[in-house]
């Protein structure tokens, strides 16, 4: 258990350093993300960034396993 809090503890540190390059990249405005504007109301649904970070993150789990 101690490990594992040790291992989150540092992901979230590292994700807190890179957040300022995170931002630059293109995830979230990828094509084929769902978005819709209207007079009073938007939605924004972004699945092809969802299906790719799901991909990149089996293969990490896959390959660190």
Do not use: N
């Amino acid at each position: 258990m101690q490990k594992a809090l040790i291992i989150i503890g540092i992901l979230i540190l590292l994700i807190g350093l890179f957040w300022p390059l995170a931002k630059e990249l293109p995830f979230g405005r990828l094509p084929g993300d769902i978005s819709v504007k209207g007079e009073k109301y938007s939605f924004y649904f972004p699945i092809v960034t969802c299906i790719v970070i799901s991909i990149i993150v089996s293969l990490f789990f896959k390959f660190f396993k």
